[in-house]
């Protein structure tokens, strides 16, 4: 099974600042997506951004965006003008381009403070 | 209306107890899944449907049971709670269409003393 490793347990960041998410994956495949998730305290999973393998162009999402690097299997997140709505758990998460369910595998998450 | 919706929301019970967490849909999806988060460990998959007649085990399958009972509904079931599976439980739908996103239900928390 693919891995998804968030080697940072915890961030902090002051409000307005940018700030990096970091997520590496283990894959031999060349078909997949990528997907950044945020729960906050609410513990409702939200989507944030989504990235295809296929596509070169890193996804962005307003003040959310990603730096794909396919041949490094990286996949990390950046939040820019960090605001305090932004403090919540962040999930990467890997899914896999054939069709075996199509579920998928997280990372054990983020947890990202946002201070004044 | 949410549009996954999970039954209980929370839930307290003792060692041995039979629970059932329930998830239903109204977004039409035929792929329903079951996650369990703990802490420092993220979401971990029990098990998946396709549809009705096809369930399938995930990744931490064992002392979980699912039923598929239409469409729009998936269950999952702890037939003796043990207090290692005090957890936060999540539903999710799918699409079929592969680039489609999961759907999550807001989580039924479950305490097992």
């Known amino acids: 099974a693919q891995t998804v490793t968030q080697s940072q347990p915890e961030m902090s960041v002051q409000e307005a600042e940018t700030v990096t998410l970091s997520c590496t994956y283990d894959t031999s495949e060349s078909d997949y997506y990528l997907f950044w998730y945020k729960q906050p305290p609410s513990r409702q999973m939200i989507l944030v951004i989504r990235?295809?393998?296929?596509?070169?162009q890193n996804a962005t999402e307003n003040r959310f965006s990603v730096n794909f690097q396919k041949a490094a299997k990286s996949f990390s997140l950046k939040i820019s003008d960090s605001q305090l709505g932004d403090a919540a758990m962040y999930f990467c998460?890997?899914?896999?381009?054939?069709?075996?369910?199509?579920?998928?595998?997280f990372g054990k998450g983020t947890s990202l403070l946002v201070t004044p | 209306d949410a549009d996954v919706t999970q039954t209980p929301r929370n839930r307290i019970t003792k060692t041995g107890k039979r629970i059932m967490l329930e998830c239903s849909q109204t977004k039409g999806h035929d792929r329903m899944y079951w996650y369990r988060q703990d802490p420092g460990l993220g979401l971990r998959l029990i098990y998946y449907?396709?549809?009705?007649?096809?369930?399938n085990k995930g990744e931490i399958s064992d002392g979980y049971s699912v039923s598929r009972q239409a469409q729009a509904k998936f269950s999952l079931s702890l037939e003796s709670a043990i207090p290692n599976q005090t957890a936060l439980y999540f539903c999710?739908?799918?699409?079929?269409?592969?680039?489609?996103?999961?759907?999550f239900g807001e989580g039924s928390r479950l305490t097992v003393l």
């Open positions: 990235q295809e393998a296929y596509k070169q």
């Open positions: 449907s396709f549809d009705v007649k096809d369930i």
């Open positions: 999710a739908t799918k699409s079929g269409d592969v680039t489609g996103e999961l759907f």
């Open positions: 998460a890997y899914r896999s381009g054939r069709n075996s369910g199509y579920a998928l595998n």
